[in-house]
């Protein structure tokens, strides 16, 4: 019998549950379908980076923006965010990008209220 050694698993913990139903209901492509990103030095879109700051926000870490892909570093990143992300791909750049778009702005005033 052959044992494959290639397998490994990653805790995800409650973060799985978010990113689902965070699908199921179509929050990446509704942002992108409204949004569309002006700079193209990075692979992850806007939708895509709201969706990371929600499950960071939901994981109860009050650190700053700046600290999301260390937030994600142990996570199954394309599992939750999308195929071909990686967590350093999630840094401050693109989240800085996506603050300064129409659609950081809706999503700051919401925090803030």
Not at 26 to 48: C, F, L, P, Y
Not at 70 to 94: H, M, Q, R, W
Request: net charge positive.
């Amino acid at each position: 019998m052959e044992v494959n050694n290639d397998i490994s698993s990653k805790i995800i913990g409650h973060h799985g549950i978010v990113a689902g139903i965070a699908k199921k209901i179509k929050i990446v492509e509704r942002i992108d379908s409204k949004i569309i990103k002006k700079a193209h030095n990075s692979k992850v879109t806007h939708g895509q980076v709201v969706l990371a700051l929600i499950i960071n926000g939901l994981g109860f870490q009050h650190r700053r923006l700046y600290f999301v892909s260390s937030f994600f570093k142990n996570l199954p990143v394309e599992e939750l965010i999308g195929t071909g992300i990686k967590a350093e791909d999630l840094n401050d750049d693109v989240i800085g990008e996506m603050a300064y778009s129409p659609v950081g702005k809706y999503y700051y005033d919401y925090v803030q209220n």
